[in-house]
């Protein structure tokens, strides 16, 4: 979803600096596009960092009857950091 937002704040403002060729007296539309420009760069690689620290972490749960007739229960987790 960062990624995405932050490829529409590159866009809007890339439109508002290069596009549009009138002038408000109260905004600058060139200053305000190169901020959304900016934006969404930087929104794109906080997406992109937040998704290569993304871990998996895999739990296996078994289950059974050991010699005394009770039931055991076994978990095991496993982290996955290369994702």
Known sequence: MS???GIF???VGAIL???LNFTVDWI???LVGY???GAGVVV???GIVLLMRRRA???TERTGVNAAGERVTQRTTDVDDTI
């Open 9 to 11: 704040l590159f866009v």
């Open 28 to 30: 600058d539309l060139d």
């Open 44 to 46: 794109v690689i906080i």
């Open 17 to 19: 600096a290069f596009a």
């Open 35 to 37: 901020l959304l420009m």
């Open 3 to 5: 990624i995405g937002l």
């Open 57 to 59: 972490a895999v739990t």
